[in-house]
């Protein structure tokens, strides 16, 4: 019998049905061990030795793969054909080998499909582990343990507030948080268009002004209403005749297939996913044996795929729509290894798979990888220029004719920014001809600033820049959004205060370590131990050697020195010059004070220096225009009584205030309450909470609507009910407030999955159980439908990560079911001393 290890059950079901009897295959179900998240698991003093340690939630599979494999002839490993699944396969066989389970004939095999045909003949053509890219895995994993657990020290201790630090996320954020600046920095230009509808044959088309009193126009050229007005007036004026018609074809090629980046390009654009998102469903995909291996660099489909997809293209499309040579690709990004084929479908002639988005992925995957190998697009642009009798002013009209569609028939590759103007027809225009002219528009522009990345364009961006691996793009992204470093916005990525300081703190003492040049290189570092061509152990050296003095610099300097240094950093951005020439760091509340950044339990804030007796603050990323414009409280107007109510801002956000005095009654304005709305009548509404909606027809005790740390909620009698906005905790009526209770109710009283969670954290990263924060009795706890396991104190729902909640949820697995409390037996009562007996009388 010889033991196959893949990595997933679905993987593993399959694989066993293709290969057979004599065949056992058994899942690891992803990777089995790790570095313990401790202090010593690489030593750097010890030529960087690692001590590995089996996940606990695993501990029964690798028995089950040890028993197995003390039976087998032979083992053969069949994990992902990457430096991941050949790191999967070394640690199961190093296991096996320190267990004494190892059988003599150990085989490795990949294959980029998982069809029978690719199985089979992958079989018949093993080979030993890769120690090259087992040794790039292990540099990727000591350099990442080393930073994380060297710099977040720093973190914690040196600046409030900061979780944690990586390798490749604070470049990446990095990114969003420069974007972010570029927009802040960023001068407006006005500027005019000029146009002029005009129809020619019952056509409509549009025309640009390209010259005013004989001088040309370019986009900025006209920058004010008057300049504007005149030139349209002329062109009202005018007679404008077609002066040339300038025709040129061109031609478009297909795209080539997708590789892991493009594929999560392509599924935000069109699709709407997010990165993480479209990998678990091409993971799903992959392992039901639809689209070859979904994490790979290469462009190029092996020759028996070109040759299926181009007798597909043949008999769906015709003999005209496929090229007379097969196309070859090459791939653009930088560091890229292609050691892998493109993402494609295993069979061309299968246009759908399965339903919702693994239907909707599908689909996009077979149409790109298709249309890859269909002919060219052939077009033609054509340029119209008109002038008007003087010649001193000029219009012009730009389209395009599709004359043969070739692949744009089948697909068109998305963009972030549509710019068609190109794109529009035109009706046939000879030289000579004089439209009509229909109407003539003059409209105000300003120049905008560059947008924020989505994460397709972050994708691209850091693709581009060769920081990170494909497969590590969508792990990336989601540990910002779950440290709440970024946040998603109308599919735009938005820096948190918490991401903008921990930038600036990296980028004042640690700028090195986040620069895009850097990062690269060591990428560039790292596929060339992959490649055999550098020593895993001296670029951790050469890295080890930098780091650790400047993070032992950092860790000596004091936290007023750190903020000092940050505050001088930052000014530009949290004190700008006013545009009235006073001091931008004068105390807009006693008028004497200077504004200064300041450290707290909770993060970084700006505050007055004449504190205590000025309680001015002001959150750290209220920075730029803002700023300069903060007056301190915003007088609302007064209650019933008299009372001054007031708007202002503090360390943690926006609130309301009734009064001035120190016990006043404050609320804070909820996320999701636009700030220009907060006026006096929904800052009395935000004070006068919890609101009661009425008696409970049943129990006729109160119900009441509010809103607490999680959001807006309904409360009777102990028990809660979320309310999805704030607008509800004012608008729910008692019968709506009935019916919500009894929904959440549902199941039993306290029944877990009757209560909607706190924060769905996503899939455990090893077992693949959807992990979820609920609220319990005694407080937030994490599970994945089996095991719980409460939260620490110091660790907010909201900020918990899904690794940090798999790691909990495995630590509370490894202890087994808590301990039944029973009755204590009665203490049994010890027996009675004798009485001394009485001497006898003689």
Known sequence: MKLVVVESPAKAKTIEKYLGPGYRVLASYGHVRDLPPKDGSVDPDAGFAMQWETYADKTKQVR?????????????????????????????????????????????????????SAVTQAMEKPRQ???????????????????????????????????????????????????????????PQEYWSVTATLAHEGTEFLARLVRFDGDKIDRLTIGDEGTAMRAKAAVEAGRFTVASVETKPFTRNPPPPFTTSTLQQEAARKLGFSASHTMRVAQDLYESGAITYMRTDGVQMAPEAIRDARAAIERRFGPHNVPSKPRVYETKAKNA??????????????????????????????????ASQME?????????????????????????????????????????????????????????????????????????????YSEASLVKKMEELGIGRPSTYAATLQTLKDRSYVRAEKNRLHPEESGRLLTAFLERFFERYVSYDFTAHLEDELDDISGGRM?????????WRDFKPKTAE????????ITAALDEFLAPFLFPDKADGTDPRLCPACGEGRLGLRGGRFGAFVACSNYPECKFTRRFAQGGEGAAEDTGPQLLGQDDEGVDVSLRTGRFGPYVQLGDVKDAKRASVPKDVPLADVDLGWALKLLSLPREVGLHPESGKPITASIGRYGPYLAHDGKYAKLGSTAEVFETGMNAAVAKLADAAAGGGRSRGSREPLKVLGPHPRTEAELKVMEGRFGPYV?????????????????????EAAQLIDERAAKGPPAKKGRKAPAKKAPAKKAAAKGKKK
């Open 64 to 116: 089950a793969i040890s028993d197995e494999a003390k039976k087998a002839d032979a083992l053969i490993l069949a994990t992902d054909p990457d430096r991941e699944g050949e790191a999967i396969s070394w640690h199961v066989q190093e296991i096996l080998r320190n267990r004494r389970a190892l059988p003599k004939q150990v085989e490795r095999v990949t294959f980029n499909a998982i069809t029978k």
């Open 129 to 187: 582990l890769d120690e090259d890219l087992i040794d790039a895995y292990r540099a990727r994993r000591a350099l990442d343990y080393l930073v994380g657990f060297t710099l977040s020290p720093v973190l914690w201790r040196k600046l409030p507030g900061a979780k944690s630090a990586g390798r490749v996320q604070s470049v990446a954020l990095r990114l969003i948080v420069d974007r972010e600046r570029e927009i802040e920095i960023f001068k």
């Open 337 to 370: 290894q292609e050691a892998h084929e493109a993402i494609r479908p295993t069979d061309f002639e299968r246009d759908h798979v399965g339903s919702g988005d693994q239907g909707r992925l599908y689909e996009l995957v077979w149409k790109r990888a298709l």
């Open 376 to 452: 060219s697009a052939r077009l033609e642009r054509t340029t119209v220029e008109l002038t008007e009798e003087s010649g001193k002013h000029a219009i012009r009209a730009t389209g395009q004719v599709v004359l043969f569609p070739g692949f744009l028939g089948l697909y068109e590759e998305g963009r972030d920014d549509e710019t068609a103007e190109d794109e529009r027809r035109l009706p046939k225009l000879a030289q000579g001809d004089t439209p009509d002219k229909r109407r003539v528009h003059a409209e105000q522009h300003f120049t905008q600033p560059p947008p924020r």
């Open 535 to 543: 020593n895993w152990q001296a670029v951790l050296e050469a890295f």
């Open 554 to 561: 950092v860790m000596e300097q004091k936290p007023s020195d």
């Open 783 to 803: 599970t994945d439908g089996t095991t719980n396991a409460t939260l620490p104190k110091t660790v907010k729902p909201e900020e918990l990560t899904l690794e």
